[in-house]
């Protein structure tokens, strides 16, 4: 296959998928979660750079995030395991119930 020419930041990724960008940056926290060469660093001159994702690396998390929703407890109870802060969980949450889900 054939590799990707763009890298979105994660910002611009939670805008084309319609995603609350603290999640995504919850679940690009661990690169396990996305297929290996599909999660980026960026060098932007900050100390630590910024994420991006290839347009595969686009699919993959939409995918995972798809299947988190199925699993028991869904999205609250991921970000319950990955032990985030509680007021992160309710912004979250809340733009969970504004998807209707």
Known sequence: MARSRFIYTLKEVAGMIGENLELIEEVTA????????????VRDGSEDGTKGLTDNGVDDLRDLLADIRTW????????????????????VMADEAKRGL
């Open 30 to 41: 661990n690169s396990d979660n996305i297929a290996e060469g599909e999660l980026v660093y």
């Open 72 to 91: 028991d407890g869904g999205i609250r109870q991921f970000l319950l395991d990955e032990r985030c802060d509680p007021d992160m969980i309710e912004r």
